[in-house]
């Protein structure tokens, strides 16, 4: 019988002294009887007002106020249809986080909040929804840009910080909706400096904040900002078990979507320059046995073909043989196709490069001007 299931049982004590308990509780009763009453409490008390204690405190309720406005729900729904009606119906498929980047309706957010959505819906600090329209998406940078048609006074855009003044230990706020839970700030500091993630299309992110402030599901797009109130980054991944807080949480740089989001909003992408090549798989390089970036093909009039760059080709006995290889861009090590789409993002169509490449086992550098992405 486990301790669940078995009857309750008086143990020997209480039978033995419940006659001392009988005359205690008489004796407690007589001597209430004479015992003068005790004076009943005030009708009211005095209000006690919250003081704020410390300058960090008034600091986090001040930038509180001004940027939870600033700060964004977003709902990604999904269209189905119910197969006996065959009606077409929408449903929340996730919420997230968002700022607001102008006047004019942007709002910035990340690119896997919105992934797969059919449509989207903005909620403003005042309760209001928006429906949004994409403008533009950069999966490498895990960024995406919407724009709502709402009044104005409504749209309050965060200032911009600059994310290369950046220290370990500096104070860091994140605002979010946590959960669905909208308006949510949390505290922190910046745990480190300069780490990588992945991008929702398996690109790496550089140069990525990690921060100790809790972020949580539905806090990704929502911002990070520092102890002046500026935008410093913007809040995507987390390291935790069941997918909740352990302190360990990522912010893509504010200055890499200073410099995507206006792109996106021109262009609806990320406007890259290139060197007029293509390049082989990473999966299909790794079969060749070489550290770097194998040229496929070099297009005719490009910057590569000036600079005497050659692809693929076959040999006189028919079997494929490498061109060039590159190993290098600037002084920057070239060891995927990961590494090189992000050195060449660093540059502007019309800047010339040093690429370092290797043909038939020598090393050579060549001068390249990039040329702009169709």
């Known amino acids: ?12 004590l209480v039978f033995r002294t419940w006659p001392a308990l009988l005359l205690g509780l008489v004796a407690f009763g007589c001597e209430q009887e004479y015992r003068d009453p005790l004076p009943a409490p005030p009708s009211t008390l005095p209000a006690v007002i919250p003081q704020i204690t410390s300058t960090d405190e008034a600091n986090n309720v001040a930038i509180f106020k001004s940027a939870h406005r600033s700060t964004v729900n977003i ?31 942007y709002i910035v957010t990340n690119a896997h909040v ?25 999966r490498s ?65 550089q140069g990525v904040i990690q921060t100790d402030a809790a972020i949580n599901p539905g806090n990704s797009g929502g911002p990070l900002l520092d102890s002046l109130g500026r935008l410093v980054g913007m809040n995507t991944a987390i390291i935790g078990p069941g997918g909740g807080s352990a302190g360990i949480g990522f912010a893509v740089p504010v ?28 999966q299909v390089a790794a079969r060749f046995g070489v550290r770097g970036v194998i040229v496929q093909s070099v297009q005719r009039g490009g910057g590569a073909d000036a ?3 050659i692809g693929l080709r076959r040999d006189f006995e028919g079997r494929i043989a490498l061109g060039d290889v590159i190993v290098a861009i600037d002084g920057e090590s070239v060891d995927d196709s990961n590494d090189f789409l992000n050195i060449l993002e660093s540059y502007r169509s019309g800047d010339v490069v040093s690429v370092e490449t290797v043909r038939q086992n020598k090393q050579r550098t060549i001068r390249v001007k990039l040329g702009e992405a169709n």
């Not at 019988?1 to 020997?12: E, K, L, V």
């Not at 197969?83 to 700022?99: A, D, K, M, Y």
């Open 1 to 12: 019988m486990n301790s669940f299931s078995r009857p309750y049982r008086f143990t020997p």
């Open 75 to 105: 709902t990604n729904n999904q269209r189905r249809r119910d197969w006996l009606t065959l009606n077409v119906f929408e449903i929340p498929r996730g919420s997230g986080s968002g700022f607001i980047w102008s006047e004019q309706g």
């Open 114 to 138: 919105i992934e797969g959505a059919s449509s989207v819906v903005v909620g403003l600090y005042d309760q209001s929804s928006w429906p949004a329209t994409l403008v533009g998406i950069a």
């Open 141 to 205: 940078k895990d960024i995406a840009v919407l724009k709502i048609e709402a009044p104005a006074e409504l749209l309050k855009p965060l200032p911009v910080g600059d994310s290369e003044g950046l220290e370990v230990g500096r104070k860091v706020l994140a605002i979010g909706n946590p959960f669905g839970l909208d308006s949510t700030l949390t505290t922190g500091i910046v745990s480190a400096l300069g780490r990588e993630i992945d991008a929702p299309n398996g690109r790496t992110i």
């Open 255 to 282: 200055n890499i979507i200073r410099k995507v989001v206006p792109q996106l909003i021109q262009y609806g992408r990320i406007i890259r320059p290139v060197l007029g090549i293509a390049i082989i798989d990473d």
């Open 307 to 309: 600079a005497g760059m």
